[in-house]
């Protein structure tokens, strides 16, 4: 039963992708004049990118190694890429069809189309590609924001409590020992009375997490009322037991329908909304 559910759940997923990116792949194709020398090389390069995220999922799982590694970087940013392109051909297929019913474009981009869909493919893929790395920055660099909440209600004794909370870590191949070490320690200079993580700690497979022992730098985490977490999507792609499993014997209380009492004050609780979506999936793709 599981099987067939997980076959026409990755036959919808793979439709998908290859939908969109073979769009992309067309526009692209369509932008590249026939006498270029690029153009022989477009099918080639396209395919490695688009094939990458795929064939790392799969190595990921047969065979962890340098090589699933690179596909791993590769496949990753070609989904942040492919995301963008398909934003921008989507704004320039609407701008076309605007200017059908009320002519918008300058005489010069109207002069020589074939000149101006090259130079608008070199210029898309230079603005998603900084767009792309910019946020790789951002995501590598994490900022601390501190919120202070009032909560008219007793707990306890507690007058105070400092919490800190982080969400989508994705450790695996691209957040590594150094990243994951990183954010512990930013963590842990808070002096958090309680640590909260909100779902997609791991990166899908389990198996880039084992091997790089990053559960150890999860030890390190220091808060008197303890560490709590909650899964994620990505943790339900890579196997959600085994991802459990491997969190709750690093140190992390991972909450699933249930609720805790904290220190007799007040109550750590997930009501299972990644739990039911899950339940409500499956349920979908029964057969």
């Known amino acids: 039963m599981r099987s067939t559910q997980f076959i026409v759940f990755f036959s919808i997923v793979i439709l998908v992708y290859t939908a969109v990116n073979y769009f992309i792949y067309s526009r692209g194709l369509q932008a590249i004049p026939a006498d270029s020398a690029f ?55 609407l701008l076309r069809l605007i200017h059908l019913l009320l002519p918008i474009y300058p005489a010069f981009l109207t002069k020589d189309p074939v000149k101006t869909r090259y130079w608008l493919l070199l210029s898309s893929i230079t603005l998603v590609c900084i767009v792309v790395f910019s946020g790789y920055i951002n995501a590598v660099s ?24 982080a969400s989508d870590i994705h450790m695996g191949t691209l957040i590594g020992p150094r990243r994951t070490l990183q954010l512990v320690n930013m963590i842990n200079s808070l002096q958090p009375d309680i640590i909260l993580f909100a779902g997609d700690i791991v990166d899908e497979d389990l198996a880039p997490v084992i091997r790089h022992d990053l559960g150890k730098s999860l030890k390190l985490l220091r808060a008197p009322l303890g560490v709590y977490a909650i899964t994620g999507n990505h943790e339900y792609i890579g196997g959600a037991e085994r991802a459990v499993k491997y969190l709750q014997e690093h140190g992390v209380t991972m909450l699933r329908d249930t609720s805790l009492l904290i220190a007799s004050s007040f109550y750590a609780t997930n009501q299972g909304s ?14």
């Open 274 to 287: 990644a739990e039911k979506s899950v339940n409500r999936w499956r349920k979908f793709f029964r057969v």
């Open 142 to 165: 994490p900022r601390v924001k501190r919120l202070t909440i009032s909560i008219p209600k007793k707990a306890g004794n507690l007058k105070t409590l400092n919490i800190a909370m």
């Open 39 to 93: 153009r022989a090389w477009y099918t080639y390069i396209f395919l490695f990118l688009s094939s990458s995220y795929l064939i790392a999922r799969f190595l990921e799982r047969a065979w962890i190694s340098p090589l699933s590694d690179a596909f791993t970087w590769v496949g990753s940013f070609w989904l942040a890429l492919m995301f963008y392109f398909l934003m921008l051909l989507l704004v320039i297929d």
